[in-house]
């Protein structure tokens, strides 16, 4: 299954779950979506591809959803500190 989260409501809880419509429990290894915004496609360890099919309401957020995750992104404060060196592809 595929799980899709609301930033802006719950951090914790998924809502909406995609499930593999064989009823397989494997681990996924890629997923992209379309340009739309309105399929899922999925790849698992055993090679199968799946592809969802995602509801308007949560393929295209409302325009103040959109705004409120992106006031929140902005927010955020890294976690570790980056030298110049770092920053310019240094490891």
């Known amino acids: 299954?595929?799980?899709l989260w609301n930033?802006?409501?719950?951090m914790e809880t998924p809502v909406l779950r995609c499930e593999n419509?064989?009823?397989?429990k494997i681990a996924l290894n890629k997923c992209s979506w379309s340009a739309?915004?309105?399929k899922l496609a999925t790849g698992d360890l055993e090679g199968?591809?799946?592809v969802y099919m995602v509801d308007r309401s949560v393929a295209q957020p409302?325009?103040?959803?959109?705004?409120?995750?992106?006031?929140?992104?902005?927010?955020?404060?890294?976690i570790v500190h980056r030298s110049p060196v770092e920053s310019r592809g240094n490891f």
């Open 62 to 78: 409302r325009n103040e959803d959109f705004q409120q995750f992106q006031d929140r992104i902005r927010q955020l404060k890294p």
């Open 48 to 50: 199968t591809l799946s």
């Open 1 to 3: 299954h595929v799980d």
């Open 7 to 10: 930033l802006n409501k719950n």
């Open 36 to 38: 739309d915004g309105r």
């Open 21 to 24: 419509p064989n009823g397989r």
